[in-house]
């Protein structure tokens, strides 16, 4: 029988354990091996999430579904802005927001989660459906941030903008084999 309040709470410690590795994993280790262990743990998530969406849109709104990507010009996406510019440019954005909600001392779910849903909102302006793929991946980057920033600023900065980076490069990868078209 499906009991609604078990699955939450199995979730909720799946989710704990997952987070406790994260932790583990991305604190306190080289930039380029954190960045690469942030990359990891957000781009499998987002491409399970995008891969859903897309399969969403498809069954219950082709019209959506064909714009995916070409919506910010899929045959646009230059690598220089998108695997430079834009994470220097985003990761720093979110660096701060996470950086004024801890002077703020919000709890530890709100210093993540408002970067995050502010930062999916800025990509929903270009195609809804990005704002929804990009909110786990913001997420754990602003935990990442705010778990690396007793090491320096500067430190946690980096090893967002290299995950960003990744990130990005993947997607560019994906959008010109066209995997997802």
Do not use: D
């Not at 909720?12 to 306190?28: A, G, M, S, T």
């Not at 781009?43 to 399970?48: D, K, V, Y």
């Not at 996406?77 to 998108?82: D, I, S």
């Not at 302006?125 to 786990?136: K, N």
Request: glycine content about 2%; some cysteine.
């Amino acid at each position: 029988m499906f009991n609604s309040v078990t699955h939450q709470l199995k979730l909720r410690r799946f989710l704990c354990k997952v987070l406790y590795c994260f932790r583990e994993n991305v604190k306190e280790r080289g930039i380029i091996l954190s960045s690469f262990i942030l990359f990891l743990y957000s781009i499998i998530p987002s491409l399970i999430i995008s891969a859903c969406i897309l399969q969403l849109t498809e069954l219950f709104a082709p019209e959506i579904r064909a714009t995916v990507g070409t919506a910010a010009g899929q045959s646009n996406l230059n690598w220089f802005p998108t695997i430079i510019f834009n994470p220097v440019i985003e990761s720093f954005l979110l660096a701060l927001l996470v950086f004024t909600s801890l002077k703020l001392k919000f709890n530890v779910f709100f210093i993540c989660a408002i970067p995050a849903a502010l930062l999916a909102c800025l990509h929903s302006i270009a195609q809804p459906i990005w704002g929804i793929t990009v909110f786990w991946t913001f997420l754990l980057h602003s935990y990442a941030f705010q778990l690396n920033l007793t090491t320096g600023f500067i430190r946690a900065y980096l090893i967002i903008v290299f995950a960003h980076a990744l990130q990005n490069s993947t997607i560019l990868i994906i959008f010109k084999l066209q995997l997802f078209s």
